[in-house]
């Protein structure tokens, strides 16, 4: 054996160790998907107006506080829709100081006075931005959260390049009913004003509320619910509040969340609030004691204690929690509040016994495969046909490495895609062996034919499987959960494919023929 050909013999067995030490066990290297191994599936919609509307808010309330500070106290505003507000109150001597405002803090608005009026309008390209903001913070606070709960190999993925839906599939959750309501949670915190009982504390019912203000509730206000638990954490009623519909504070404001004991050693959580927010909430709150403060949770008051002295940058929930409410939601706050609401699209679940069944179906499909392709190679090109078999089942010992070793998530399509792969493997042997037998007819020696055929059938190769891996490149980008999965495998294998075809194949032919010093036929 030449030096050349002991090298290459040596590559290829390391390959083929390392991608086997790598796969070795397969049940314990090879992570299961979704379909394969059970779990929960669910298809979210980010409601992106709510995004909107909290930021028209927020740039509502920064140019009311600077044109105060700026000596205009007159200003007054109010939220027509979610993208526009308008501003009263200011006289037109100080549109310029409004337009320094909107240059250094509301870049993203168009304004116009008509007549006492100030009227502003959110930009297209701004609202554009702000959405995708809010699925991308959606996205990421969904997977602090998942992984806070110690998931094993998520898959939470956008839906398209600019959709407003996001994919979320959990992998052999034994509690699923606790993680799906782990990720409903929107974990929107505001902290409101009480309007109506003013020391705090709920009423029976929506009709002393509204009998309270003469059936007709100011603009400022709203009436919101919030449960009555009995020791055990069961809502046993409802009470109600009218509350300030501008929020003090919102969960955006908190540095820190965690779960700890209240006086008498019920379950609370304890909340830190930022620097800034700090000073915000102890100036609220040294001007409101007495008066009851609303902690509101997705849009339901969880409590609402009376303010007794001022509180600067600290503080408690305190709604009658049992332990694991109180873990759960200090690890939403603590994780982010979601930018919006979220709508369900879709949820299922799938039970382990039916991926066990896939998993067994997907084996007998891949081995029934290797068969028949195993069979029609050795039928067909004889003892050539070898060559091809031991090309592919180093193929498939490559794939399954190569997968192990990146920590590739197998899924039902995925072993649809090996399945794929087995049969294109000798898809590059055929393309090649019958281009020796042309090459032989033409009265060329094994050897000559071998050269021949390698180097005219390349081209052939590399274009069938380039223009299959940039299809499966593609169904990556643009796909999610399961379609992934198949182009994972099937770009893999493709690789793995090119390798084995070209490469250990080639060096097969070569070593069978260096080993006879005159060969005047091949078996194939």
Same mark, same amino acid.
């Given at each position: 054996?030449?030096?050349? /050909?002991?090298?290459?013999?040596?590559?290829?067995?390391?390959?083929?160790?390392?991608?086997?030490?790598? =796969?070795?066990?397969?049940?314990?290297?090879?992570?299961?998907?979704?379909?394969?191994?059970? #779990?929960?599936?669910?298809?979210?919609?980010?409601?992106?107006?709510?995004?909107? &509307?909290?930021?028209?808010?927020?740039?509502?309330?920064?140019?009311?506080?600077?044109?105060?500070? #700026?000596?205009?106290?007159?200003?007054?505003?109010?939220?027509?829709?979610?993208?526009?507000?308008?501003?009263?109150?200011?006289?037109?001597?100080?549109?310029?100081? +409004?337009?320094?405002?909107?240059?250094?803090?509301?870049?993203?608005?168009?304004? &116009?006075?008509?007549?006492?009026?100030?009227?502003?309008?959110?930009? =297209?390209?701004?609202?554009?931005?702000?959405?995708?903001?809010?699925?991308?913070?959606?996205?990421?606070?969904? &997977?602090?959260?998942?992984?806070?709960? #110690?998931?094993?190999?998520?898959?939470?993925?956008?839906?398209?390049?600019?959709?407003?839906? *996001?994919?979320?599939?959990?992998?052999?959750?034994?509690?699923?009913?606790?993680?799906?309501?782990?990720?409903?949670?929107?974990?929107?915190?505001?902290?409101?004003?009480?309007?109506?009982?003013?020391?705090?504390?709920?009423?029976?019912?929506?009709?002393?509320?509204? #009998?309270?203000?003469?059936?007709?509730?100011?603009?400022?206000?709203?009436?919101?619910?919030?449960?009555?638990?009995?020791?055990?954490?069961?809502?046993?009623?409802?009470?109600?509040?009218?509350?300030?519909?501008?929020?003090?504070?919102?969960?955006?404001?908190?540095?820190?969340?965690?779960?700890?004991?209240?006086?008498?050693?019920?379950?609370?959580?304890?909340?830190?609030?930022?620097?800034?927010? $700090?000073?915000?909430?102890?100036?609220?709150?040294?001007?409101?004691?007495?008066?009851?403060?609303?902690?509101?949770?997705?849009?339901?008051?969880?409590?609402?204690? &009376?303010?007794?002295?001022?509180?600067?940058?600290?503080?408690?929930?305190?709604?009658?929690?049992?332990?694991?409410?109180?873990?759960?939601?200090?690890?939403?706050?603590?994780? $982010?509040?979601?930018?919006?609401?979220?709508?369900?699209?879709?949820?299922?679940?799938?039970?382990?016994?039916?991926?066990?069944?896939?998993?067994?179906?997907?084996?007998?499909?891949?081995?029934?495969?290797?068969?028949?392709?195993?069979?029609?190679?050795?039928?067909?090109?004889?003892?050539?046909?070898?060559?091809?078999?031991?090309?592919?089942? /180093?193929?498939?010992?490559?794939?399954?490495?190569?997968?192990?070793? !990146? $920590?590739?998530?197998?899924?039902?399509?995925?072993?649809?895609?090996?399945?794929?792969?087995?049969?294109? =493997?000798?898809?590059?042997?055929?393309?090649?062996?019958?281009?020796?037998?042309?090459?032989?007819?033409?009265?060329?020696?094994?050897?000559?034919?071998?050269?021949?055929? !390698?180097?005219?059938?390349?081209?052939?190769?590399?274009?069938?499987? *380039?223009?299959?891996?940039?299809?499966?490149?593609?169904?990556?980008?643009?796909?999610?959960?399961?379609?992934?999965?198949?182009? +994972?495998?099937?770009?893999?294998?493709?690789?793995?494919?090119?390798?084995?075809?070209?490469?250990?194949?080639?060096? *097969?032919?070569?070593?069978?023929?260096?080993?006879?010093?005159? +060969?005047?036929?091949?078996?194939?």
């Amino acid at each position: 054996m030449n030096r050349s /050909l002991m090298w290459k013999g040596l590559l290829i067995a390391a390959v083929a160790a390392a991608a086997a030490f790598s =796969a070795w066990p397969l049940d314990e290297t090879i992570n299961l998907g979704l379909d394969l191994r059970g #779990g929960v599936h669910l298809v979210l919609k980010v409601e992106t107006e709510d995004a909107l &509307r909290s930021e028209a808010n927020k740039d509502l309330d920064r140019l009311l506080q600077e044109l105060k500070d #700026g000596g205009t106290f007159s200003a007054v505003g109010a939220q027509l829709s979610a993208t526009s507000f308008e501003v009263n109150g200011v006289p037109a001597a100080e549109d310029g100081a +409004v337009e320094d405002i909107v240059d250094e803090f509301l870049s993203g608005w168009s304004w &116009r006075r008509d007549g006492e009026r100030l009227a502003f309008e959110m930009d =297209a390209a701004f609202i554009k931005e702000i959405r995708n903001l809010a699925v991308v913070q959606a996205l990421e606070t969904i &997977r602090n959260r998942v992984d806070a709960f #110690g998931v094993a190999e998520p898959s939470i993925q956008r839906q398209g390049l600019d959709g407003d839906r *996001i994919v979320v599939q959990l992998p052999g959750v034994d509690d699923p009913e606790r993680v799906k309501d782990l990720i409903k949670n929107t974990a929107f915190l505001e902290f409101r004003l009480v309007a109506y009982p003013t020391g705090g504390g709920g009423v029976s019912s929506r009709e002393e509320i509204l #009998g309270h203000y003469g059936n007709r509730l100011p603009d400022n206000v709203e009436i919101l619910s919030g449960p009555i638990r009995d020791d055990d954490g069961e809502i046993v009623a409802e009470q109600y509040y009218a509350v300030e519909k501008r929020p003090v504070l919102t969960g955006r404001d908190l540095k820190n969340a965690r779960p700890g004991l209240g006086e008498f050693n019920e379950p609370i959580v304890n909340f830190l609030f930022t620097h800034e927010a $700090g000073k915000i909430f102890a100036q609220f709150t040294q001007n409101n004691i007495n008066r009851g403060l609303a902690i509101v949770l997705d849009g339901n008051v969880i409590t609402a204690p &009376r303010i007794r002295s001022r509180i600067a940058d600290s503080g408690m929930i305190d709604g009658s929690f049992t332990q694991q409410q109180a873990t759960d939601l200090s690890t939403v706050l603590r994780s $982010g509040a979601l930018p919006a609401a979220i709508t369900y699209l879709e949820e299922r679940a799938v039970g382990p016994s039916l991926g066990q069944d896939s998993i067994e179906r997907g084996q007998k499909a891949g081995l029934i495969g290797l068969a028949l392709v195993v069979l029609a190679m050795l039928g067909y090109y004889r003892r050539t046909g070898i060559n091809a078999v031991v090309a592919l089942l /180093l193929n498939i010992v490559v794939l399954f490495g190569a997968l192990a070793y !990146f $920590g590739a998530t197998l899924t039902l399509p995925g072993i649809a895609g090996i399945v794929l792969t087995i049969g294109m =493997a000798v898809d590059a042997n055929v393309l090649v062996f019958e281009r020796i037998k042309e090459e032989l007819r033409h009265g060329r020696t094994p050897k000559s034919a071998v050269d021949a055929g !390698f180097g005219k059938a390349l081209s052939s190769v590399l274009d069938a499987n *380039i223009t299959t891996l940039i299809a499966a490149l593609f169904l990556f980008q643009f796909g999610t959960g399961p379609i992934r999965g198949f182009a +994972v495998t099937l770009s893999v294998g493709i690789l793995a494919s090119l390798f084995t075809a070209i490469f250990v194949s080639r060096w *097969i032919f070569d070593l069978a023929l260096s080993r006879r010093e005159r +060969v005047d036929a091949l078996s194939i």
